[in-house]
């Protein structure tokens, strides 16, 4: 989409994508993208933006006067995993022109004291972005690992939260990526290899010889939907696109909520040593999916897949 160390003009960007023309945080509605400006004006209200020695870029949240809350364009960085946006760094270079860094991740922040615009001391958010190179390796790596040799009992108490608790401090919060991974890899083996939408087999296996099946939010974190197993359904990359641009994509989406809940429920049995009425795994109720009379365009971004 972007070419790291291009320059663009950001006028341009505005003109294609949308988002606020002004600020360091532009969040375009119409697209899955969220735009973070740095430079060295911001120095003026306490930003001290800059990568440290270890390749992790340090963002001061937006907010001019008085302490930082994570509302608007802050909140929009720390859940932009969950929310399915894209993270891109720029760089103002001169007046109107901003050169491209690169494709980032939230991996967590921190609170520090720096004054306001009016010179008043207060508490500012500072974001850690890591590109999002780094991320996918380290996270594949070390988390997909371990992950995939757990059972479906082990991951699922993981994605509900119940196992291996962080702690959580009052000045610095960190975000668990290792739940977040852990829903994903969750889904996909409740799956089995098949969309729980349309009960269709993955379309290709990947690199690791798993079923491609990619990861659905039933509701977004900023609808009120939570991020729990019961939210999130295993979809082949048809359904996916039908869940998200289809005419019928409200429809769609809420028939997930039955095939979901109905799954869990089983996963509940199981978990409890209760013999279930019936295999629910491969059903569908209240989908309508008839595969020849759609034909959606697909594009498959692995790495978006990744991410959520």
């Not at 606020?20 to 004006?41: A, C, E, K, Y």
């Not at 959580?168 to 996909?188: D, G, L, M, N």
């Not at 696109?241 to 997930?256: E, G, L, W």
């Not at 809940?261 to 999916?289: A, C, I, T, W, Y």
């Amino acid at each position: 989409m972007f070419i790291q160390g291009k320059r663009y003009l950001r006028r341009e960007l505005h003109a294609t994508y949308g988002g606020q023309q002004q600020g360091g945080i532009s969040t375009p509605r119409d697209h899955p993208l969220i735009f973070l400006f740095t430079g060295d004006v911001g120095e003026q209200y306490g930003y001290q933006d800059g990568w440290d020695s270890e390749g992790m870029f340090f963002y001061t949240g937006e907010g001019q006067q008085g302490d930082m809350q994570f509302v608007r364009g802050n909140r929009a960085i720390r859940d932009h995993v969950d929310e399915g946006k894209d993270l891109h760094l720029f760089h103002d270079v001169e007046r109107g022109i901003v050169r491209y860094e690169g494709q980032m991740v939230y991996s967590g922040h921190e609170y520090r004291n720096a004054p306001d615009a009016d010179g008043q001391e207060r508490e500012v958010i500072v974001v850690k972005l890591l590109p999002i190179e780094r991320m996918r390796e380290e996270n594949q790596d070390k988390e997909g690992k371990e992950l995939t040799r757990q059972s479906l009992e082990e991951l699922r108490a993981l994605a509900k939260g119940e196992g291996s608790p962080s702690p959580v401090s009052s000045k610095s919060t960190i975000h668990v990526v290792h739940r977040s991974q852990a829903i994903k890899t969750y889904v996909r083996k409740r799956a089995g290899g098949t969309c729980e939408a349309c009960n269709d087999e993955a379309p290709f296996e990947t690199s690791s010889g798993e079923p491609y099946i990619e990861v659905h939010h039933i509701r977004r974190l900023s609808d009120g939907g939570p991020d729990l197993p019961e939210w999130v359904i295993g979809l082949c990359p048809n359904c996916h696109a039908r869940a998200h641009y289809s005419v019928d994509k409200s429809q769609f989406n809420a028939s997930f909520r039955e095939i979901v809940m109905q799954k869990e429920k089983l996963e509940e049995g199981r978990d409890r040593h209760l013999p279930p009425s019936r295999d629910l795994r491969n059903s569908n109720p209240g989908v309508n999916f008839n595969r020849s009379c759609v034909n959606y365009a697909i594009k498959i971004d692995k790495q978006n897949d990744q991410l959520g």
